[in-house]
């Protein structure tokens, strides 16, 4: 079946540290992948979105590739600030579907200036 | 409104109570789905409609979850005889189609207590 597996947090780190959060799926055929944010007292936003093998999605300094080979779909940021505290999740469409998402269990950040 | 809004934001209910969550999706989007989101993880899905048929609702828990977009834009998710189990954040999200790959937009859901 289709799953998410995403690093488990907390995750500390300093102002302007290097930010990798791990995300590994399990999914037939070609999903859709995404990262979505929920910043404390919000609900769930977009962050970023690759829809193809390759595919690099960024936005507000966050990036990530898709990679089929390893199955994967890391977050990246250089230099975190502390507004980026937050909870992170990366979900999958799977290919084909009606677009409905499957996440996995969130990674909380907490970045510290 | 430009977002997808639900509410009530939070509410709490006595045991064997029935809710009724409210979820009033983006203007024209197509595709509305419902999420639960326990304590510390992700969501996991409940139901989909498109326009007003309920085409997957392969993810409500029990016989006491039931959902409706009666006329393709405003949806109620009920759930009947609540329990403690039922205690979570239920979120509700809307696109403009329902295709792999189209950015889903989520409310900032109700949180339900159950007591």
């Known amino acids: 079946g289709n799953s998410v597996t995403q690093m488990e947090g907390p995750v500390t780190l300093s102002e302007e540290a290097f930010l990798t959060i791990n995300c590994t799926y399990t999914?037939?055929?070609?999903?859709?992948l995404f990262w979505y944010v929920q910043y404390p007292g919000e609900g769930l936003q977009l962050l970023l979105k690759?829809?193809?093998?390759?595919d690099k999605g960024s936005n507000k300094g966050f990036e990530a590739t898709y990679r089929k080979e390893t199955t994967s779909f890391h977050l990246e940021k250089g230099s975190v600030q502390v507004s980026d505290s937050a909870v992170y999740f990366c979900?999958?469409?799977?290919?084909?579907?009606?677009?409905?998402?499957?996440f996995g269990k969130g990674t909380k950040l907490s970045v510290k200036p | 409104g430009a977002g997808v809004s639900q509410s009530p934001r939070y509410k709490v209910a006595k045991r064997g109570q029935d809710v009724a969550l409210r979820c009033d999706p983006i203007?024209?989007?197509?595709?509305l789905f419902w999420y639960q989101q326990a304590l510390g993880q992700g969501p996991e899905f409940l139901t989909y409609?498109?326009?007003?048929?309920?085409?997957?609702k392969s993810g409500l828990p029990s016989d006491r979850f039931f959902a409706e977009r009666p006329e393709g834009s405003v949806s109620t998710l009920k759930i009947q005889r609540t329990q403690q189990e039922d205690s979570a954040v239920y979120l509700c999200?809307?696109?403009?189609?329902?295709?792999?790959?189209?950015?889903?937009?989520f409310g900032e859901g109700s949180w339900l207590t159950v007591v």
């Open positions: 999200a809307s696109s403009h189609g329902g295709v792999s790959g189209n950015t889903i937009y």
């Open positions: 999914a037939t055929g070609y999903p859709s």
């Open positions: 690759a829809t193809k093998a390759d």
């Open positions: 979900a999958l469409n799977p290919w084909g579907s009606q677009g409905n998402l499957i």
């Open positions: 203007s024209g989007h197509v595709s």
């Open positions: 409609f498109q326009n007003e048929a309920q085409l997957d």
